[in-house]
């Protein structure tokens, strides 16, 4: 059976972090599901199809990832899909505190779905989407996070928010 993790998130917009947790997640799996997850509650910058847009963009060269989108629960996105692993980041400790739970949850409501985690290189742990987010509405230039093929024009009606 292959190995298949879901790498789950919002991936508003996708970051050079994130490059760099499924480069170095791709030796552990046969096939890295990035996936993003669409909660019709939180508001996001960026249009879901210009974020699937951006991650088939960045991984187009790597055959062992494909990108996807799921609503409602990951841990049934998993057993739709075969994964029995999910992969996620921890840049601090407040990372951890709030992965802990919900991987400690998938593992009970997805029959056993194991939670692998990365610990973010030193050079990456202050880069998020929030900040990314932040510079594009500020004006700013958030190229130094972004994937090198990404140019990231803020969304119009995003600027007021
Ligand atoms: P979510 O809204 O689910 O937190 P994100 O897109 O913000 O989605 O993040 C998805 C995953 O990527 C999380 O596990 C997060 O910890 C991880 N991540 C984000 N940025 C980095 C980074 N700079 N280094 C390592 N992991 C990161």
Redesign the pocket.
């Known amino acids: 059976m292959p190995k298949i993790a879901v790498?789950?998130?919002?991936?508003?917009p996708i970051?050079i972090?994130?490059v760099?947790?499924v480069n170095r997640a791709l030796p552990l799996f046969d096939k890295i599901m990035v996936a993003v997850?669409v909660n019709t509650s939180k508001h996001y910058l960026f249009p879901l199809e210009q974020r699937l847009e951006w991650l088939r963009t960045v991984f187009a060269d790597e055959p062992r990832v494909e990108v996807d989108y799921f609503e409602r629960l990951t841990a049934d996105y998993c057993n739709r899909i075969g994964a029995r692993y999910l992969l996620?980041?921890?840049?601090n400790a407040s990372?951890f505190d709030y992965?802990k739970t919900i991987s400690q949850l998938n593992h009970i409501i997805g029959d056993g779905i194991e939670t692998i985690f990365l610990i973010?290189q030193p050079g990456?742990?202050h880069?998020?989407?929030t900040i990314v987010r932040e510079i594009i509405k500020g004006g700013g230039d958030a190229s130094p996070f972004l994937p090198e093929n990404l140019v990231i024009e803020p969304p119009v009606e995003g600027l007021n928010d």
Do not use: M
Request: no cysteine.
């Open positions: 790498f789950p998130g919002s991936f508003d970051t972090g994130h760099d947790l997850g996620r980041g921890l840049r990372d992965e973010s990456y742990s880069i998020s989407s």
